[in-house]
């Protein structure tokens, strides 16, 4: 998606953001498959641009807006999908 020119964020560069984010999304992959034999289910959420202190609160989505995708994923049964990247809209492909 980095390398997409359409995107709204194409052109900021944050180099150092985008490296932990990628870090953050294979480490969700890695748990996923080292507790696949358990009941716990290990999903990354992608808040998109969130009104935070990080961001000088300038994001155009309130804190409470990604928090319902956090609070959907935390509170699956244990069949739930793991290992995944999701938004408001479902599974987003990193």
Known sequence: MNSDPTLEFY???????????TAV???TGFFAKELSDT???I???????TATDLKGNSGYRS???PAS???KLATLNSYGPTGGFFD???V???
């Open 63 to 65: 804190v409470e807006q």
């Open 69 to 71: 995708i956090v609070l």
């Open 88 to 90: 408001d809209d479902g």
């Open 11 to 21: 052109n900021v560069k944050s180099l150092a953001y985008n490296s932990s984010k």
């Open 92 to 94: 987003v492909p990193w």
């Open 39 to 41: 009941p716990i289910d």
């Open 43 to 49: 999903n990354s959420v992608c808040p998109e641009f």
């Open 25 to 27: 999304n294979a480490l």
